[in-house]
């Protein structure tokens, strides 16, 4: 079982422990709304453009909503299963749904007080950072300095140059992914002119 499925598995089981109506970090989303999001993500290719095209975004909503009124458990049913097998994600989905199934799983234990990043496996850290180092430049790119990610005692890349000092994100792999897909809810570290660390801590870090 790959990374992918494995956090897919786990996120319906956080899932199913909060309940359909506990908050996310998705915004105003629900678990039961971020079930539906991932249902329609990846069974309803008519609705799905609408996730990064904003013309399509009306259609989507209306698409999500009505998933969202399914029972919780079918729901749950439907992302544990994953891809059909007629979608074009299932041939990719251990690449494709990894930062997906990750993030959203770490969205709803992050969502509830007193949690503590995972102990994860150095194998799955090792995933997350060569995913982290092909995406990282986008989710940065419209910072003013450059930008390093640093993992203690290991690796220390440049992934946005410029002028002027760098400011440097220091954690884990599963940290520093999590910050660049735009949650603050993470464990790192910063150092830098404390000006350019607070321009890129607000960056908009959409991808």
């Known amino acids: 079982m790959n990374m992918a499925q494995r956090e897919r598995r786990a996120l319906v089981e956080t899932m199913k422990g909060t309940g359909p109506d506990a908050p996310t970090l998705c915004g105003e989303w629900s678990v039961r709304e971020l079930a539906a999001h991932l249902v329609v993500r990846e069974r309803r290719p008519d609705a799905a453009p609408g996730i990064m095209l904003r013309p399509f975004a009306g259609y989507l909503q209306r698409v999500q909503d009505k998933a969202a009124g399914r029972p919780f458990d079918a729901l749950l049913e439907q992302v544990r299963t994953g891809p059909p097998w007629w979608s074009p994600l299932r041939p990719v989905d251990a690449f494709a749904n990894l930062s ?35 995406m990282g430049k986008m989710a940065y790119r419209k910072s003013p300095v450059p930008v390093e990610f640093s993992i203690p005692g290991g690796d220390r890349i440049r992934i946005v140059d410029g002028a002027g000092p760098a400011v440097t994100l220091t954690g884990t792999p599963a940290e520093l992914l999590l910050h660049a897909f735009g949650r603050d809810q993470v464990r790192i570290d910063t150092e830098g002119e404390p000006d350019a660390v607070r321009q890129v801590l607000a960056l908009d870090r959409s991808i």
């Open 100 to 134: 997906e199934m990750f993030v959203h799983h770490e969205d709803v234990r992050r969502a509830r007080p007193g949690w503590e990043p995972r102990d994860l496996p150095a194998e799955d850290q090792q995933r997350l950072w060569s995913m982290l180092r092909r």
